[in-house]
């Protein structure tokens, strides 16, 4: 979509039809170096395609029309025709059959308001922080509370004010120049087809997340330095402080009022405790990297080996396992089927107790080195979600890289967490909030009070 856009800004905004030939020609040949280049990179970290694993466009289109969701991605709904042994066609023309049913549930109306839904859902927060909790500071050996999980809550609040002043100055420089048909620089014409372009595929045709919006970020921050320039702010604070300045300790009474009200009808998030997880060992992309399910012979084992660098630990390992079998209608039909799992701390010989759905009780798994059992019961294969299979792909940055005895290409989906209560934001973090809410307050009004001082009218000098 960004290469869409800067296309059309160069037929659209290019001077002479040499420069407009340069401009695209430029870019093709930038597109076929990423492409190639892209290749060259996956073949020198080993990647191979599996025809088993490869996933078709239609299943995220399929997802973002899912009318039980904002258009977000959904466990069940993103695994629906993922089952073993199905080729990308027949994959596709699955999610094509699924596209349709739904689009046809859907009247005019209702595909309207489900688009609203998805837009607010990726364009709302201001702040992403999905996917994003396993983010510590620290090395491995000494951990601390993830970073979002200490300042996530301050960071999103203290974002919204700047979050919500360049989407408006935003609009009012585009509203602006549409409404007097001026001109708008080649720059932030790019920008706004930008915006406009990724906007589009995501709400209209794409799954959405709140972090997918971060890509507008740039092109808007951009979009807003010209308003900046063009709106006057200092003229436009002049000519507003002289209506103020009369009643300047007034409004500085009701803000302080208004800021106290804040203060006091959110204190308890510095009071309620929320019970939160400091992750010692994670394997992430469970739903994701188009894992194909790996498949365990009959009474076949998996010995897992790992360490543990801190004490007071849960485990919770993914024990989702299925056989398939043919139905009278000869469809393919899972059923589930759980893994027998076994944990042993080899450091102080010391078993724990895992339970069906793969989890221990917390605090059982103190630091040691552990080997995790993965046993299948049954007298068939069994497919499970709970290992992944990277293939010959370089994942040596990951601790539990080659953990599985004999099975180089295969690594366990698994979390190891130490649980704490604690409270959303410190004392200190909202404190500090809003002690610079008041200060700024105080800048403000003491710069209104001396306006002609501070602000001069005389453009030329400002």
Not at 290 to 297: C, E, L, R, Y
Request: charged share 15%; aromatic share 12%.
């Amino acid at each position: 979509m960004i290469i869409i856009a800067l296309l059309i800004t160069i037929v659209l905004m290019g001077q002479t039809l040499r420069q407009k030939f340069v401009q695209i020609s430029i870019l093709i040949a930038t597109v076929i170096v990423v492409y190639f280049g892209s290749s060259v990179i996956q073949t020198a970290q080993r990647y191979e395609r599996n025809n088993q694993v490869v996933t078709p466009a239609t299943r995220y289109i399929n997802m973002g029309l899912n009318p039980n969701t904002s258009g977000q991605i959904d466990g069940n709904d993103a695994w629906l025709y993922e089952q073993p042994g199905r080729t990308p066609k027949e994959k596709n023309r699955l999610y094509l059959s699924s596209i349709k049913h739904r689009l046809l549930n859907y009247s005019v109306g209702s595909l309207s308001e489900h688009f609203l839904k998805k837009a607010t859902y990726m364009y709302g927060t201001g702040l992403t922080i999905q996917d994003f909790f396993y983010w510590y500071a620290g090395n491995k050996n000494n951990l601390e509370e993830s970073i979002l999980d200490r300042f996530g809550v301050t960071l999103v609040n203290g974002f919204q004010f700047f979050y919500i002043l360049l989407s408006v100055m935003t609009f009012v420089f585009l509203w602006r120049h549409l409404k007097n048909k001026r001109s708008i620089p080649p720059a932030v014409l790019f920008s706004v087809l930008g915006v406009l372009g990724v906007c589009a595929f995501q709400v209209g045709l794409w799954e959405v997340r709140d972090r997918y919006s971060l890509l507008a970020v740039p092109f808007t921050v951009f979009i807003f330095s010209y308003a900046l320039a063009e709106l006057d702010i200092v003229g436009w604070i002049s000519r507003f402080g002289s209506v103020l300045k009369q009643d300047v300790i007034r409004y500085f009474i009701i803000s302080t009022g208004l800021l106290v009200f804040g203060y006091l009808s959110n204190y308890s998030l510095t009071t309620q405790l929320v019970e939160k997880n400091n992750v010692s060992i994670h394997q992430p992309y469970v739903a994701y990297a188009g894992q194909s399910d790996v498949k365990i012979k009959a009474h076949d084992k998996l010995k897992i080996t790992f360490d543990v660098e801190t004490a007071g630990n849960a485990g919770v390992f993914y024990n989702s396992a299925y056989s398939i079998f043919s139905d009278s209608k000869s469809q393919q039909v899972k059923k589930y089927l759980p893994l027998q799992i076994s944990l042993m701390n080899t450091t102080l010989h010391k078993s724990i107790e895992v339970d069906s759905n793969g989890n221990t009780k917390a605090n059982t798994m103190q630091k040691g080195k552990y080997v995790l059992t993965l046993t299948n019961p049954t007298n068939q294969a069994i497919y499970t979600q709970g290992i992944i299979d990277i293939g010959k792909a370089d994942f040596s940055f990951n601790s539990l890289y080659r953990s599985i005895s004999g099975h180089p290409e295969l690594m366990p989906v698994m979390t190891v967490a130490r649980s704490s209560q604690n409270t959303l934001v410190s004392k200190k973090q909202y404190n500090a909030i809003f002690t610079l809410l008041f200060v700024i307050l105080c800048i403000i009004t003491y710069m209104f009070r001396k306006k002609d001082k501070i602000l001069p009218l005389n453009k030329s000098k400002v």
